[in-house]
């Protein structure tokens, strides 16, 4: 059965079809549009979501999946050598297990968010289990790290109906993504990576990637690496300052 059919049967979205634009958000615009989630900085329209530089020169740098033991101190001293913020989307199960971590992103000055207490498809699990996950999400980053997660992102990028409800509810800004490296496939390369995420880079751009290998291929987190370094070089020479996205608003 597809994920469309079981999500439906199991009431993850309406009946009607229209459980597509879920699906696709995340590489359609006119789908996240439909739904609502941003895919870009260029169309979040308030400010105060933002923290660092504002300028129309910033792009974005998000890591999912973590935090991992080693892929995350990996890429906490590349962003500290290049004197560079970004946000981290954290699982909350992953912050239960290594707290000092989630606590150690944040003494560095980087955003943290929220990417669901479990790694699962959102769109096969019920209102009452999505609205608990992500209710056990926040706890488990407030009692880590002592901030509230403001900004959500789906695992896989696929949000459900009842994800998005929880989010109005709880004023999470559910985000996306307009660049991203696929840097958590098994076989891909740090070159491959890099020029997905440089080619046609511009201000306004989120970038994906991950700093972690849970729940993608074994060791992918060496490839992020290896590709941040000429990544971050590639922003330094295009003058694209980087946002990183804020916690705890006022």
Request: hydrophobic share 50%; no cysteine.
């Given at each position: 059965m597809s994920v469309a059919a079981k999500a439906a049967r199991d009431g993850g979205a309406s009946h009607d079809g229209r459980v597509l634009k879920?699906?696709?958000?995340?590489?359609?615009p006119p789908y996240a549009q439909a739904i609502g989630v941003p895919l870009s900085l260029r169309e979040i329209a308030a400010p105060r979501l933002?923290?660092?530089?504002?300028?129309?020169?910033?792009?974005a740098l998000t890591f999912d999946d973590g935090p991992h033991p080693e892929g995350?101190?990996?890429i906490l001293e590349l962003l500290a050598a290049h004197g560079v913020h970004a946000t981290?989307?954290?699982?909350?199960?992953?912050?239960?297990?290594?707290?000092?971590?989630?606590?150690?992103?944040?003494?560095?000055?980087h955003g943290v968010a929220l990417h669901g207490f479990v790694h699962r498809v959102e769109l096969l699990r019920s209102r009452a289990q999505m609205h608990a996950d992500l209710g056990r999400g926040i706890a488990a980053i407030e009692d880590a790290a002592g901030v509230t997660p403001r900004w959500l992102r789906a695992p896989m990028g696929i949000f459900s109906p009842a994800a998005l409800e929880f989010a109005r509810a709880h004023d999470l800004q559910p985000i996306l993504w307009s660049k991203w490296g696929c840097d958590w496939r098994r076989y891909t390369t740090p070159e491959r990576i890099r020029r997905r995420v440089v080619t046609g880079l511009r201000a306004g751009d989120v970038v994906l990637l991950h700093d972690s290998d849970f729940y993608g291929g074994k060791g992918s987190y060496r490839n992020t690496a290896a590709a941040l370094e000429p990544v971050l070089a590639r922003l330094g020479t295009a003058g694209l300052a980087t946002v990183r996205f804020a916690h705890d608003l006022t």
């Open positions: 879920y699906l696709l958000a995340s590489h359609h933002l923290a660092g530089d504002r300028a129309a020169g910033a792009v995350t101190p990996a981290f989307f954290l699982v909350g199960e992953q912050v239960v297990r290594r707290p000092e971590l989630a606590r150690r992103i944040v003494a560095a000055g």
